[in-house]
């Protein structure tokens, strides 16, 4: 009983003190326990508190974040966004919702019903599931598994065969050739994705998540900072992952119409919307564990609730995803398959290469950690620069197959146009 | 260990439940009403372009998507063996360390012959 009670809880604090929630459920099990309840009560209430918390953020995170995107994408595209219901256009989701809900469901005939319906369920599992390995403070992880980076990585991938599903149950051209590129382009990233995260995993020991910002706050020192290229590894590959405009050639609304989702009306369309940004969110929660420290924060997770910085920390990276969004233009196939296996793999390679036999030295020399981590930190920073330098510059093709300058016509002499007068200035012109 | 996993697959249960609730909540509004139906065979048929259909959309697709793949497995599988040599290293020792040296130096000559042999060109 009580190595149950300290597996799921540490009760450390008062239940009031709000910088651990896990005292809180500590003291809920702390009444169950008195009253004489048993051992899998206990253990069913904890894991329900735990499944209903992360639940109600997912929740709130996938009505909010269709105002926030469709706001800041608004913003940088120099437009105003959803403005008109309620103060700043707050109360959008909800009309979304209602309207997604009120409209009538259109399902092809030949599509076959039962996965037609499956895929949008399908692809809003993983990214919920994919929380429950993740820390939100010292001792709040619903779930503290040992291989949660394997339980992310194979979740993560689960996605890919939802939109397959709806492509290929769609009967359409274009949900199928939407399909197809999402194969071939999540089949491509994976593998950066994976040799990305394995420098982490060789830096820290383990594959467990909590561990992992146990290892950077005991160190004191952020992963981001020792593995900058791993981090651009996997920001590059995971945003290609999740199909945002980058590289959204899956749903191309100037190619293929709308990709997977073409036939799709009504809820199962709002499910895919928002099954996207619970993605994205899920993703820039892992990152912000795996690189940017989770929960720690130097000093300051003393003073605030570590589970605030890390809502911060995953609006931070939610962000950068946004802004991507929001800047960059649509890539083509081949220079979306290209860059993953001509750049990034290469690069994770590299990095793996670089990271081990840092470890070796570290463990081999026994330097204490406090003069090796900042000389890594510096050559890493370094190298990863030194790196992405040589592709750009030496290594790889470049991407341009077809000429962007005239070359036919370069030979013959164009006549330079006659020239034209200068408008009067303004300023001088006097009234 | 398997309580832990047991914790996560709470959260599994609910996950499916997630997307259920809305689509439900659809359904319920078409059996009450609210929500239109007035099916129709144009509205039936897939899009495309506005056009009638031309054929069935399962039709013979480009072998570039199955070299993909074929890569695909041969990467992925080497990639998730070298994990659980990760979590091992720091008590592995210089050997290790040269021994996946090897492991990465094969891995790097077989995507360098891919590259060679062109099978990463997107034709």
């Known amino acids: 009983m009580t190595m149950l009670l300290s597996l799921l809880t540490i009760v450390t604090d008062n239940w009031w003190d709000i910088r651990d929630l896990s005292n809180v459920s500590g003291a809920v099990l702390d009444i169950i326990d008195d009253l004489g309840g048993p051992a899998w009560l206990i253990y069913i209430v904890s894991a329900l508190l735990g499944t209903l918390a992360i639940i109600s953020f997912i929740g709130g995170v996938a009505i909010i974040n269709i105002w926030v995107e469709r706001r800041v994408v608004g913003r940088m595209q120099s437009r105003l966004g959803p403005n008109r219901l309620g103060p700043f256009g707050l109360l959008q989701p909800i009309a979304d919702a209602i309207k997604l809900m009120q409209k009538e469901v259109l399902q092809p005939k030949s599509a076959p019903g039962l996965i037609f319906t499956l895929a949008p369920i399908m692809f809003t599992i993983p990214g919920i599931a994919m929380m429950a390995v993740l820390p939100w403070g010292r001792n709040m992880s619903l779930a503290n598994v040992d291989v949660g980076i394997l339980y992310i990585l194979g979740l993560s991938s689960l996605g890919a065969l939802a939109v397959f599903m709806a492509g290929y149950s769609s009967n359409n051209k274009y949900a199928l050739f939407g399909s197809m590129r999402v194969i071939a382009m999540l089949v491509s990233y994976e593998i950066p994705i994976v040799l990305s995260l394995l420098g982490i995993v060789l830096f820290t020991g383990t594959m467990n998540p909590q561990g992992i910002v146990l290892f950077q706050e005991h160190y004191w020192s952020l992963m981001i900072l020792l593995q900058p290229l791993a981090f651009i590894i996997y920001f590059f590959s995971v945003s290609a992952e999740l199909n945002r405009t980058p590289a959204d050639i899956a749903e191309a609304e100037s190619e293929i119409v709308g990709g997977y989702h073409t036939e799709y009306s009504g809820m199962k369309f709002g499910l895919f919307y928002a099954a996207e940004l619970i993605n994205a969110v899920a993703v820039s929660a892992i990152i912000s564990t795996l690189f940017l420290g989770g929960w720690w924060a130097y000093k300051l997770d003393e003073i605030v609730p570590g589970w605030m910085i890390y809502i911060g920390k995953i609006y931070t990276v939610y962000f950068v995803f946004v802004w991507t969004r929001g800047t960059l233009p649509r890539f083509r196939i081949d220079q979306l398959l290209a860059f993953a296996w001509k750049w990034l793999t290469p690069m994770a390679l590299l990095n793996i290469v670089m990271v081990s036999a840092e470890v070796t030295i570290w463990e081999e020399s026994g330097l204490s950690a406090g003069i090796v981590l900042p000389i890594y930190m510096v050559i890493n920073t370094a190298a990863a620069g030194a790196i992405i330098y040589a592709f750009v510059r030496f290594l790889a093709p470049k991407f341009e197959r077809f000429p962007t300058q005239l070359r036919f016509y370069s030979n013959i002499d164009v006549p330079s146009l006659p020239a034209v007068a200068a408008p009067p200035d303004r300023a001088k012109v006097s009234v | ?123």
Not at chain 2, 16 to 42: C, E, H, Q, T, Y
Not at chain 2, 59 to 68: A, I, M, T
Not at chain 2, 72 to 92: I, N
């Open chain 2, 1 to 123: 260990m398997i309580e832990q996993f047991g914790r996560g697959g709470f959260l599994l249960v609910f996950a499916v439940i997630f997307p259920l609730i809305p689509i439900l909540a659809s359904v319920a509004l078409g059996i009450f009403k609210i929500r239109p139906s007035a099916p129709d065979p144009i509205k039936e048929s897939v899009y495309e372009c506005g056009m009638v259909p031309i054929g069935d959309a399962h039709v013979r697709y480009n072998v570039r998507y199955y070299l993909f793949g074929l890569l695909f497995v041969v990467f992925d599988v080497e990639a998730v063996f070298l994990y659980p040599w990760a979590v091992a290293y720091r008590h592995l020792g210089v050997y290790a360390f040269v021994e996946a040296m090897i492991f990465i130096g094969i891995l790097a000559i077989g995507l360098a012959y891919a590259w060679r042999k062109r099978a990463l060109e997107w034709i």
